[in-house]
């Protein structure tokens, strides 16, 4: 039931080394702090970036952390209006390309669902984009808001709940998450690490179970769980402050996902009459490197099978929700999905909390 995803990019792209300088000049404090940012920047497993703002290009009119010659650090109300007028450029450029590339009709859509956790406004985008392509005024509508890096999966979740009973749907999902523009430059580790790894992005997926759409599947979605890991909403959270998004990011997130996850996520395959040898495909959420390294070990995988996820984190870094569609699209542009083959898309949120997803190559 999956047709297509689509993903947009900002204009503007930056090197590791060059995100670096950069955040040095805007980190002040001691050494320590430049060297965990090299230290951050070097073992990314990130190349280059794409992002909103403008700051780190050689020539620019305009700059969202520097003012006069000063950096400054923009109030909450000024990071939401740069999120509002790109979460639009971004999601209208996106859902435009999956239109375009698969001739689809606008107003045969049923339901539409918006996910981000990097900003909010209202009438939100799920308005936005009813209005921009004339999707049906009816069209049903559900906003997955602050719910991490996991929301697509959630998303896939009710995506399979809508569809569930009816024989002709058509649904939209779509994802836009802009990280940079939650900067924070008081030097901690934290902060850190956020700012080295994260980035901006939107993708739009279709589904159907539309006989006129069943000759465009590429995957059927089987099943979706969750999980939640109990006492460890220390190792990763999300909150608002005066001045933008505040992460909190612990370092002991790779051990966790190898020593919990990995064996919560064989137990879910099992519940579903699975192991990991039949998993043929992985979509893995690319959070960072330690924690690619740490599903890998810990599901044994080969070198191979880590290849999309790798690529998506190499050439876009974390694009929170957004990057486990990324991820799908890089499988599904390689071509190597057979039919009846087993891929497992999953990611992980604030909590901590972990999403599956079942697909079938169709």
């Known amino acids: 039931m999956l047709i297509d995803i689509a993903t947009a990019s900002p204009p503007y792209k930056v090197s590791q080394e060059k995100a670096a300088s950069e955040l040095k000049k805007r980190m002040t404090g ?44 923009p109030d909450t109300k000024t990071r939401m209006e740069k999120y509002e007028k790109w979460s639009k450029i971004l999601t209208g450029n996106a859902v435009q390309k999956l239109i375009d590339s698969n ?93 080295m790894i994260f980035a901006d992005g939107a993708a739009a997926a279709l589904f159907s179970n539309s006989k006129i759409y069943d000759s465009k599947i590429k995957l059927d979605l089987i099943k979706t769980d969750s999980i939640l890991f109990k006492n460890s909403e220390k190792y ?23 020593n919990e996850a990995v064996p919560a996520l064989i137990k879910i395959l099992e519940q579903n009459g699975m192991n990991f040898n039949d998993v043929k495909h992985w979509a893995l959420h690319p959070g960072g490197r330690a924690i690619l390294d740490s599903l890998q070990n810990g599901l044994k995988l080969s070198d191979e099978k880590l290849n999309a996820s790798r690529t998506v984190l190499k050439r876009y870094g974390n694009l929170s929700s957004a990057s486990i569609l990324f991820v799908l699209k890089e499988l599904l542009n390689e071509g190597n999905i057979k039919r009846d083959e087993l891929c497992c898309a999953v990611a992980f949120g604030p909590g901590l909390t972990m999403e599956v997803a079942i697909l079938k190559g169709a």
């Not at 990314?44 to 006069?68: H, P, Q």
């Not at 799920?126 to 906003?143: A, E, G, H, Q, V």
């Not at 005066?242 to 909190?248: A, Q, V």
């Open 30 to 73: 001691s050494n320590a702090a430049g060297r965990l940012i090299d230290m951050a920047a070097v073992h990314s497993g990130i190349d280059e970036r794409y992002l909103v703002i403008s700051d780190a290009e050689e020539i620019t009119e305009e700059n969202f952390y520097s003012e006069n010659g000063k950096y400054i650090s």
């Open 236 to 258: 990763m959270g999300w909150k608002i402050g005066n001045f933008g998004f505040e992460m909190m990011l612990s370092s002991e997130l790779p051990r966790i996902i190898l």
């Open 103 to 195: 001739s689809f009709d606008p107003s045969k859509l049923d339901k539409i669902i918006t996910i981000s956790c990097t900003g909010f406004f209202a009438p939100g985008l799920d308005y936005y984009l009813i209005n921009k392509f004339n999707f049906p005024l009816s069209i049903k509508r559900t906003n997955i808001g602050f719910m991490g890096c996991a929301a697509s999966l959630i998303g896939f979740g009710s995506v399979l709940e809508t569809m569930r009973g009816i024989t002709e749907s058509n649904v939209l999902l779509v994802s836009v998450e802009l990280c940079s523009i939650h900067l924070q430059t008081e030097p901690t580790r934290d902060n850190i690490l956020a700012n």
